[in-house]
Nanobody, 112 residues
Framework: VQLQASGGGLVLAGGSLTLSCAVS????????RAWYRQAPGKQRELVAV????STTYAGSVEGRFTISRDNVYMYLHMDSLKPEDTAVYYC??????????WGQGTLVTVSS
C-alpha cells in the first residue's frame, strides 16, 4: 500500500482546511484508515481513525475534524482550527494482516 498526503498549509485560527491522502496498492487489504499528527517537540498522536463500522476522534478534535474516504482518497476535514492544531499530519492505514503504512506527512500551520 502506498500513501501520498497533501493539502497542508498556513491558515488563520478559526479557519478550515482539508487534507487528502491518495491510497494505492492493495486497497482490499486495508482494515483501518487514520490520521496522526506530530507537533514540534511532541510525540506523534492519533487524531482520527476509521474502520468498518467505527470512527473515533481524539478528544481535542472531536466535533471539529471529520475523517472520510472515497475509492481513492482518505480525507481529514478540519474546522475551527486552533494554533495548537499546528503539526505535521500523517495518513496511516492498517491491514488485516497487521501491517502498517504511513504517508510522508503534510505540515499544517495555524496562525493566531
Amino acid at each position: 500500500v502506498q500513501l501520498q498526503a497533501s493539502g497542508g498549509g498556513l491558515v488563520l485560527a478559526g479557519g478550515s482546511l482539508t487534507l487528502s491522502c491518495a491510497v494505492s496498492g492493495s486497497i482490499l487489504s486495508i482494515q483501518s484508515r487514520a490520521w496522526y499528527r506530530q507537533a514540534p517537540g511532541k510525540q506523534r498522536e492519533l487524531v482520527a481513525v476509521s474502520s468498518i463500522g467505527s470512527t473515533t476522534y481524539a478528544g481535542s478534535v472531536e466535533g471539529r475534524f471529520t475523517i472520510s474516504r472515497d475509492n481513492v482518497y482518505m480525507y481529514l476535514h478540519m474546522d475551527s482550527l486552533k494554533p495548537e492544531d499546528t503539526a505535521v499530519y500523517y495518513c496511516h492505514v492498517g491491514t488485516f494482516a497487521g501491517r502498517e503504512y504511513w504517508g510522508q506527512g503534510t505540515l499544517v500551520t495555524v496562525s493566531s
